[in-house]
């Protein structure tokens, strides 16, 4: 068992609690919040034995092996290193950095203490997408993929009356591409690799970020279309299309189906399987694995994943101008 | 009752037969082909009285006082002008033209000669595409419209084997976005206006035509995106998301639902009606009424919107290199 440490005390934090301890090989010892009290009761909730409202005292912990930080996206790079250099491995939210300088700066910092780095994307951990990448040759050669994540935020509303939640604020290095539009791009990266070429049509907000967008990766014979937004709702599920079928997945995270529909006898079947409804589950037991087995290979392709995905939300950020808040 | 004449023999020739039959405006007298033997067939079968296989005898002859072009893109501008120039009213199934010069010089022509000059595009004529215009500002302000229409032609097994059948044809004006986008194209033209930018990807095959494309609209606070592909197939339904709702739509044409959803409440709502299954026979009446009442107004608009599409594929075509084979 890995002892954990969590960052965090909103949503996503309890559900990574959660599916941690569904996953059998994390144990959750101990949280931090800045609120000392916040830190007591999820402490309290999940029977965390330790609470912290001082972040470098819990990274000198011995209490914990590895933490989880899920802080808004701009703390990311300074919570990680904190941890980081002092030896604790380190399971970031997505998005994980604002820029490549810093994720290359973290993972040198990794390795020079002999620990991981590792992002939270819950999709490219599923068992679903193992097995898209694993039929993904029935489709024949690509022509097409089309991969949207659109949900209207309940944030929004608060940002229409004059207000600036984190994920609508360039201070916190907010906005659609790196909130959602990163579930499809890790798709598109772990699926197809690294684009040619990258274009990003935002639509800007007040605040200076993207409220939606349509983001272009021009591969060599097809072209990835993936669609995000915060401030509009969609139902679309995502398409791969090749010239002999196309793959239909429900969703772009947890990627809960999978259908596959043949062009020419237009017949379909379903590839997925049943997954697990805390779908983080999956990354749980991934890190864990990697951790126990100094697994060094599986940890260089997820790395190149995080790398080409960063070099990707960066340049489509240049393209539209969009400045965060915590630029080195 | 106006007198129709067509030319062409395929498919789409016998759906308009049908559909301006259906109308009870259109009598169709005449049909016209190359091969006279097929003028002869589908004469008989539609009970016309006259076939033709020469074109300006066609196009001079009393019996018809409008026709209905569906010959190959490349051809339609010089047929068009045949029967402009002998005072006959042109429907030309879409794409119309190949550039905006021939359109602008048929347009002058028509006007001379006191007729009419239609571009055939089904799916603005039906009334759930002005069920939609109404009903529009339901979603609030735009943020995002996703418009696919990708549909894997039989015609692609043949060029995979080496052939180029017209639709794969540069020479015959061929390629996915105008012979299928601009369905999507002139739902966003007619809903949205011109758009201030237009960028077009398109997946080049060895003719030189776009097998399929990504063609993204910049309108002022929202992104239109289209997609065409006729070597890929898909299921996608389109979507007009505001910040209050998102309409789906089933198809691009004919529109045959329109379901609404409100963002907030998700609740959703049909909004369509039932249509014609030969739902050609709305660009029929519309056409006829138009002839028979003078209506300089609705012509007027139908003219501007085929200018604003035909400017957009043009740019586009001139963006990805596609030369059509007739150019002037």
């Known amino acids: 068992m ?10 996503i934090t309890e559900s990574f609690i ?26 309290g909730k999940y029977n965390a034995a330790h609470y912290f409202s001082d972040l470098e005292e819990m990274a000198k912990s011995p209490k914990i092996d590895a933490v989880y930080i899920a802080s808004p996206n701009s703390v990311h790079f300074e919570q990680a290193l904190t941890f980081l250099k002092n030896k604790k491995h380190v399971i970031c939210e997505k998005p994980i950095f604002s820029n490549t300088a810093e994720l ?17 994307i819950r999709n490219i951990h599923t068992p679903n997408f193992r097995i898209l990448k694993e039929k993904l040759h029935m489709a024949g050669p690509l022509r097409s993929a089309i991969l949207p994540y659109m949900k209207y935020s309940s944030r929004y509303d608060v940002f229409l009356q004059g207000e600036e939640p984190n994920i609508f604020s360039s201070t916190y290095s907010g906005g659609a591409l790196v909130d959602l539009g990163v579930y499809p791009l890790f798709l598109a ?4 690799g690294e684009p040619k070429q990258v274009t990003y049509y935002p639509v800007i907000l007040r605040s200076g ?63 997925s399987r049943a997954q697990e409804e805390k779908n983080m589950v999956y990354e749980c037991i991934k890190f864990a694995e ?33 400045v965060f808040g915590v630029e080195r």
Chains 1, 2 share one sequence.
């Open 2 to 11: 890995i002892n954990l440490g969590t960052v965090g005390t909103g949503w």
């Open 18 to 43: 959660e599916a941690a301890k569904l996953s059998g090989k994390l144990n959750i010892t101990s949280v931090y919040s800045r609120t000392e009290d916040k830190a007591k009761d999820l402490a």
């Open 104 to 120: 290359e700066e973290a993972y040198r910092c990794a390795e020079e203490n002999g620990v991981y780095l590792f992002e939270a």
């Open 189 to 192: 990266v772990g699926l197809f």
């Open 209 to 271: 970020v993207d409220g939606s967008g349509t983001l272009i990766l021009e591969y060599q014979d097809f072209v990835c279309t993936i669609l995000c937004s915060k401030i509009s709702d969609s139902e679309l599920p995502c398409e791969i299309q090749g010239e002999k079928g196309t793959f239909v997945l429900e969703d772009a995270a947890p990627i809960s189906e999978i259908k596959f529909i043949d062009s020419h006898t237009k017949e379909s079947e379903i590839l």
């Open 290 to 322: 990697i951790i126990e087995k100094n697994n060094d290979q599986e940890y260089e392709q997820l790395k190149e994943w995080s790398k080409k995905v960063l070099r990707v939300t960066e340049e489509a950020r240049k393209q539209s101008n969009i």
